[in-house]
Each structure stands twice: as C-alpha cells, then as structure tokens.
C-alpha cells in the first residue's frame, strides 16, 4: 500500500505535515492488517481521483505513539489535516469499503 503514497519517516516531517497550506491525508496502517490488505486493490485509484491532496502512509508499529497522539486504535485509519488544524477523521475498527473511504476524500474537498 504504501508504494502509492509518501511513506512518513519523521515526526520534523510529521510536524510539516501538519502545518501545510494543502490537504494531507494521513493513513494509518499496517503490513500485517487484513483491512489494510482489503483496501489495497482500491486505494491507488482513489489516491488518483483526489490527486490533489497528499498521501502519507504511517506504519502503526513503527509510530505508536503518533497514533496514539492521534487517537488512532484501529486501521486502517484516514486523518485529514490542512493549515495545522483537522479537517476529516474516517477513524473506526471495521472494515472500510471503497465507497466508504471515497465518501470521506470528497466530504473534506474543498
């Protein structure tokens, strides 16, 4: 999943994430997680449709306590943020379908 987008590797860089002009999508995940694994198929051509926002993938095991920071218990999770403030949360333990996760992009469109 995420060769689709930018893969996060610091939390300097978290911190640019945060504070930038343009949308970022952080996306939580796992390469363990079936559900992450059930979105693969669909992720790249939503990645494309909203080709105007920023896709940062963040690896629960490597970033705890940024999903902790975040609230994020359960992935995948999808955290939309813009100009240092949250804009969007698609935050839950079930399963996301493709319309779900599209329904979330479009509902923090500009």
């Known amino acids: 999943m995420k060769e689709f987008m930018n893969e996060m590797t610091g939390l300097k860089q978290l911190e640019q994430i945060k ?3 343009e949308v970022n999508i952080l996306v939580f995940s796992a390469n363990w997680c079936p559900d992450c694994r059930f979105i693969e198929p669909f992720l790249p051509k939503l990645i494309e449709k909203y080709a105007d926002y920023h896709f940062w993938y963040i690896d629960r095991d490597e970033w ?24 969007g949360r698609f935050v839950s333990k079930n399963r996301k379908t493709e319309a779900e996760i599209d329904a979330f992009l479009q509902s923090v469109h500009e």
């Open 19 to 21: 504070t930038d002009e």
């Open 64 to 87: 705890m306590q940024v999903c902790a920071d975040f609230g994020v218990m359960g992935i995948p999770s999808f955290i939309a943020l813009k100009e240092g403030k949250e804009i």
